[in-house]
C-alpha cells in the first residue's frame, strides 16, 4: 500500500490516506501521522484498508504533513554510496559513518527548506529513507526486511561549511528545518525486497544533478537495521537514511548551493517525490546568507 499523511480540504489535523492513480482515499480520519497504524503493525495486527464508503480526494488537493510527527530516533547513514564517499574525499568505509538529526530538523514534503541565515552552503542529499515497524535488539541480518514499516523519500539537506567545521557531522545535519521527507510510505508488499535496484535521483530546478540506483549501496537495508540493533534498541516508528549517491553540490566545479526561489525534488523509482521550495530564514534577505 501506497499510504500518504496530510491534511484534506476542509480539515485541520492531518489524516492518513490510501494512494492509487492520484487519489487519495481515508484509511485514518485526523490520525496525526503513521504512528498508531505503526503501532498496530508492529503488534501483528493487519494495516487498515479504506472503508467501502470512505471519502477520496485527488492527491494534489492533500497538503502532506510528516509520516512520523516525533519518531524516537532518527539515524542517518553516510558515505553509503562509494562514489559519492570518493568525490567528498573519503576512503569507501567498511563499518557505516553514522550520525543522528534532531526532530526539529524535519519537516514535510512541500514545506519550505531554510536556506539558514549563518551559511549559504545549503547542499541536497537524495535518500532511502526506511521507517521502522517492529522493533528489536540484535536483529539478525535475515529477518531484518521483517521490520521494515516502509519506505519513503528524503532530502538530507546539508550545511556543509558547518557539517565540516569538526569530524562529527551533527551541525551541519540539524539546521531548523532542512530535512524533507516524504509524502508517500510504501509499504514492502510493493517493492523488491530492501527497495533495492531502484533509481533515486535529484533535481534542482528541473537539472538532474543526482542519478544513481539503490542496488549500489554499500550497506542495504538488512545489513543496516542487524549493525544498528547491534548497537541500540530500534523501536516503531524510528527512521533510518540510507545515505545519498554522487552529484552533490559541494563536490561540483562549480559548486552548487540551493539558494531562496530554488525548487529542489529528490525522487525514487516506485516511492514517490519528495517536492520543497527553498525559502531564506525569516530575517534574512535572499541572497544575502553570511
Not at 529477518?143 to 569530524?167: E, I, P, W
Not at 523488491?192 to 535529484?202: E, M, S
Not at 559548486?255 to 534574512?284: F, H, L, S, Y
Amino acid at each position: 500500500m501506497k499510504l500518504l499523511t496530510g491534511i484534506a480540504p476542509g480539515q485541520t489535523l492531518p489524516s492518513v490516506f490510501a494512494v492509487s492513480e492520484g487519489r487519495a482515499t481515508l484509511v485514518a480520519n485526523a490520525a496525526g501521522d503513521l504512528s498508531s497504524i505503526i503501532a498496530q503493525v508492529a503488534r501483528g495486527g493487519a494495516l487498515p484498508q479504506p472503508a467501502a464508503d470512505a471519502p477520496v480526494h485527488d492527491v494534489a488537493d492533500i497538503t502532506p504533513s510528516l509520516p512520523v510527527a516525533r519518531p524516537g530516533k532518527i539515524v542517518c547513514l553516510g558515505l553509503n554510496f562509494a562514489e559519492h564517499a570518493r568525490e567528498g574525499g573519503y576512503e569507501v568505509p567498511e563499518y557505516p559513518a553514522m550520525f543522528l538529526r534532531a526532530c526539529t530538523s524535519m519537516i514535510a514534503a512541500g514545506a519550505p527548506m531554510i536556506l539558514p541565515k549563518a551559511s549559504h552552503q545549503f547542499d541536497y542529499e537524495t535518500e532511502l529513507m526506511v521507517i521502522i515497524g517492529k522493533g528489536g535488539r540484535h536483529i539478525p541480518e535475515s529477518s531484518a526486511l521483517g521490520h521494515v514499516f516502509g519506505y519513503t523519500t528524503f532530502n538530507d539537506g546539508s550545511v556543509r561549511d558547518y557539517q565540516r567545521k569538526t569530524q562529527q557531522w551533527t551541525a551541519g545535519k540539524n539546521f531548523d528545518g532542512t530535512g524533507a521527507v516524504g509524502p508517500i510510505v510504501v509499504t514492502p508488499d510493493e517493492l523488491p525486497a530492501g527497495a533495492d535496484g531502484l533509481r533515486i535521483c535529484t533535481r534542482l530546478n528541473g537539472q538532474v544533478l543526482q542519478d544513481s540506483n539503490t542496488s549500489d549501496m554499500i550497506f542495504t537495508v538488512a545489513r543496516t537495521i542487524a549493525i544498528l540493533s547491534e548497537i541500540m534498541t530500534l523501536e516503531p516508528g524510528d527512521m533510518i537514511a540510507f545515505g545519498t549517491p554522487p552529484g552533490v553540490g559541494h563536490a561540483r566545479k562549480p559548486q552548487v548551493w540551493m539558494k531562496a526561489g530554488d525548487m529542489v525534488e529528490v525522487e525514487i523509482e516506485g516511492i514517490g517525490t519528495c517536492r520543497n521550495p527553498i525559502v531564506a530564514e525569516a530575517g534574512q534577505v535572499a541572497g544575502q546568507a553570511d
